[in-house]
């Protein structure tokens, strides 16, 4: 996707604060943290939204989840955060390019 920030933000043309690369998934700091540690980690592929995801997407969104941990361990979440996938409008999302935002080192929000 051309326009997209997040595509901009793997292919190098917008510069991030990298945490994470592999072949198919990029990690970075949110640059509006809401927490402490706030990081965002994208699959590469340009999906939409988790409601545009479909079964061909199924071995990347597990490996993503599984990502997830050993970023908050890197990052010395040892007692907890939160995993949050805002979806759509109405669910909060603004950059259209699935996302998954992690969240912890203080207290989080329960919801
Ligand atoms: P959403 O509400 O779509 O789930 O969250 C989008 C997140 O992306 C927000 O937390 C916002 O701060 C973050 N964000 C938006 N643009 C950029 C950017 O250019 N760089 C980084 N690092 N984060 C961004
Ligand atoms: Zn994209």
Do not use: W
Request: proline share 5%; aromatic share 6%; charged share 25%.
């Amino acid at each position: 996707m051309d326009d997209c920030i997040f595509c901009k933000i793997v292919r190098g043309e917008i510069p991030s604060k990298k945490v994470y690369e592999d072949e198919d998934a990029y990690a970075f700091h949110d640059i509006n943290p809401a927490a402490p540690v706030h990081l965002l980690l994208i699959p590469k592929l340009h999906i939409d939204s988790l409601a545009s995801a479909d079964p061909r997407h199924t071995e990347l969104l597990g490996k993503l989840l599984l990502i997830v941990p050993k970023l908050a361990k890197q990052h010395g979440l040892d007692t907890g955060f939160k995993t949050a996938i805002h979806t759509g409008r109405d669910g909060g999302q603004v950059v259209f390019h699935l996302h998954l935002h992690i969240l912890g080192g203080g207290k989080i929000s329960h919801i």
